[in-house]
């Protein structure tokens, strides 16, 4: 029997998809734990690590959206922690960070109240690459940005 679900990169500012599996998880009792909020440093000020394995597509994407937010001076990570705990489905969000001050201010982010005008306005910058994720494996099982 399945207790817990751990998924990563499915319930973001970019990736949605997880909301896909959740009606089901519900009916059988299944606990959600969401990780990466920021889709493994895809919504931070800093660039993705070189290993990350999205597209370039969605790479650039995600950075349009940092942009935008940067400009209007808001920021991200705290919106994109704020989107992923305001889930009442999603038992817990797992953030990871090595730095005791960001742990800190991502506690401070998912305590605060959620900005979800501000988060709309992010949504709809990632409009144009939102649920194309960076499956990894099999040709016929990766989204049509992979390659791109």
Known sequence: ???TV???CRYELNDTSLLDC??????RGIGIINASPTGMGLLTDRPPPAWHPASDVIKQGCRRAVEFCRERGWNIVQLAIQFCVSNPDIATTLVGTANPRNMLANIRYATSPVEQDKIDEVMKVLEPIRNFNFTRGRPENQDPLIGQ
């Open 6 to 8: 751990l998924s990563f």
């Open 22 to 27: 959740i009606p089901e998880w519900k009916t």
């Open 1 to 3: 029997m399945v207790e």
